[in-house]
C-alpha cells in the first residue's frame, strides 16, 4: 500500500528496521563505555594508582582488578626467564612469594602467575612494568600491600636469579642475570 507521499510498507517497514538497529548498536555502545569505566576505575581502585594514563596502560598490558596483585611479580618472573625457561626451584620460590603476598592458589592471579611461569610474557609487558611498579610501591593504598618495598623486590628477584644457578656453590648468578638484575634495579628506581 502506497501513503499519499509514495512511501510503500514494504519501504517503510524497512526504514522501521534501519531505526531499530541502529538503536540497538547505540544502547550497544553506550552499554560497552559504561563497562569500560567501570573496569578502569575497578582497576584504580585496586592499584591505587591514580594517574588515568598509568591505569590505561596496565589495561593495556592486560592487568585486572583480579589481577593487579602480580604488578610486582614481573621483574621477579622476568629474571626466572633470563635464561630462556623457569627452573622447578626459580618457581617453587615464585609460587612461595605469591602465597606470602595473599595471591590465593586457584585465584585468578594465581592461574595468571601460573600461565607466566609456562609462557614468557611479551617483552611490553617487561620493558613497561618499571614505571608502573613505582607508582603502585609510592600509592599507600595499592595492592602492592603494606611493608612491599622497593629493596625487597629486588631482594627477591636475586633470589630467584640464585635459585637454580652455579656449580658447586660458584657462580650462583650468572653474567646475564646479574645484568638484567642491574637493570632492573635502576628501572625500578629511577624517577
Same mark, same amino acid.
Given at each position: 500500500?502506497?501513503?499519499?507521499?509514495?512511501?510503500?510498507?514494504?519501504?517503510?517497514?524497512?526504514?522501521?528496521?534501519?531505526?531499530?538497529?541502529?538503536?540497538?548498536?547505540?544502547?550497544?555502545?553506550?552499554?560497552?563505555?559504561? *563497562?569500560? %569505566?567501570?573496569? #578502569?576505575?575497578? +582497576? /584504580? =581502585?585496586?592499584?591505587?594508582?591514580?594517574? !588515568?594514563? &598509568?591505569?590505561?596502560?596496565?589495561?593495556?598490558?592486560?592487568?585486572t582488578p583480579e589481577t593487579i596483585s602480580l604488578l610486582p611479580f614481573v621483574p621477579i618472573v622476568q629474571v626466572a626467564?633470563?635464561?630462556?625457561?623457569?627452573?622447578?626451584?626459580?618457581?617453587?620460590?615464585?609460587?612461595?612469594?605469591?602465597?606470602?603476598?595473599?595471591?590465593?592458589?586457584?585465584?585468578?592471579?594465581?592461574?595468571?602467575?601460573?600461565?607466566?611461569?609456562?609462557?614468557?610474557?611479551?617483552?611490553?609487558?617487561?620493558?613497561? *612494568?618499571? %614505571?608502573?611498579? #613505582?607508582?603502585? +610501591? /609510592? =600509592?599507600?593504598?595499592?595492592?602492592?600491600? !603494606?611493608? &612491599?618495598?622497593?629493596?625487597?623486590?629486588?631482594?627477591?628477584?636475586?633470589?630467584?636469579?640464585?635459585?637454580?644457578?652455579?656449580?658447586?656453590?660458584?657462580?650462583?648468578?650468572?653474567?646475564?642475570?646479574?645484568?638484567l638484575l642491574d637493570q632492573i634495579a635502576a628501572a625500578l628506581k629511577s624517577k
Amino acid at each position: 500500500m502506497t501513503d499519499p507521499q509514495g512511501i510503500t510498507d514494504d519501504i517503510r517497514s524497512r526504514e522501521e528496521e534501519y531505526f531499530r538497529r541502529k538503536d540497538r548498536e547505540l544502547v550497544e555502545k553506550l552499554r560497552k563505555s559504561s *563497562a569500560e %569505566r567501570d573496569a #578502569r576505575q575497578a +582497576l /584504580e =581502585t585496586s592499584s591505587g594508582i591514580h594517574d !588515568p594514563a &598509568l591505569v590505561e596502560e596496565l589495561q593495556a598490558l592486560g592487568f585486572t582488578p583480579e589481577t593487579i596483585s602480580l604488578l610486582p611479580f614481573v621483574p621477579i618472573v622476568q629474571v626466572a626467564w633470563a635464561e630462556g625457561g623457569v627452573t622447578p626451584d626459580e618457581r617453587s620460590l615464585i609460587e612461595k612469594f605469591a602465597r606470602e603476598r595473599g595471591i590465593a592458589p586457584g585465584s585468578a592471579a594465581d592461574q595468571e602467575l601460573a600461565t607466566w611461569l609456562r609462557h614468557r610474557p611479551a617483552d611490553e609487558v617487561f620493558a613497561r *612494568a618499571g %614505571r608502573l611498579i #613505582r607508582a603502585m +610501591l /609510592e =600509592t599507600p593504598d595499592s595492592v602492592a600491600g !603494606p611493608g &612491599l618495598r622497593l629493596d625487597d623486590l629486588i631482594h627477591h628477584c636475586e633470589q630467584i636469579a640464585a635459585a637454580s644457578g652455579g656449580v658447586l656453590g660458584f657462580r650462583k648468578i650468572s653474567t646475564d642475570e646479574r645484568t638484567l638484575l642491574d637493570q632492573i634495579a635502576a628501572a625500578l628506581k629511577s624517577k
